[in-house]
């Protein structure tokens, strides 16, 4: 039986890695994204890899947009087997500049949009013996932030909630459904390529494997969780940063 994925932000940067990881494994795929061009492209790749791929169009942190999206893709595949939330956006604003409206599109987009996608998802998994979840904070979540960082305490928080998130699905949704998550460090996408290239020497002293990270670094780290069998993990967070942040 095919393996059916949902990836949010899959239409480029990490979320296309992912995607792309997800369709080396045979997964059929929907992604779920606001950016048109971008989106149409990655499920043309994922196409061209010989997976079915199904878009997605709207936005992650519109609950009810979720519920409908959600519901299509089951309507489509008749069940989804892995969920990777991956849709995020940066905060550059401090405490002092960043305005209400800021501060709670920050949260929605990064954290609400996972509760709203593990509403829609959980129940039919459950339903159907069994399911996997990926969700996909930041070493910003541990660290609050370095000086180089692209994002400052909003998103932090916002990723911190992640984990939490994370934590208490795993002892919710078990036996049957894993949930885990994933750390990023610096990883080379369109969010933070400007920041990267401005304090690459920095950045890179800051990393003990000496590279930035790509999206596939991470692709192949969610596909590893939404793979491994036997499978005795959940609740678990990855760093997958280089070393950035060795705890
Ligand atoms: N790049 C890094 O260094 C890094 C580090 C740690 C964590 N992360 C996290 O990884 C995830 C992916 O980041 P990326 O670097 O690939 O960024 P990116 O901007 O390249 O890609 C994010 C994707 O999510 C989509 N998206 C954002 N908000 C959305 C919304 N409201 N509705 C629908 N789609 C939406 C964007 O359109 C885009 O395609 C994010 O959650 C980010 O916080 C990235």
Redesign the pocket.
Known sequence: MDKIAIV??G?????RGIALSLAKRGFSLAL????EA?LAATIAEAEAMGVAAMPLL????DYAWVQTAAASVVQRFGRVDVLVN????SQPKGLLDIDETEWDVTID??LKSMFSWCKAIAPGMLAQGGGRIVN?S??SANTGAGFSAVSKFAYCAAKAGVLGLTRGLAKELAPSITVNAIC????D????RAMLEKHEESVLRSIPMGRFGT?EDIGEVAAFLATVTPNFMTGEVLDVDGGQWVN
Do not use: F, H, K
């Open positions: 949010t932000g239409a480029r940067g990490i979320g779920a994204d606001r950016l971008p709207g936005d992650v942190s991956n849709a995020g956006i987009t990064n996909i930041s070493v990023p460090g610096a990883i996408t369109d969010l933070t999206a």
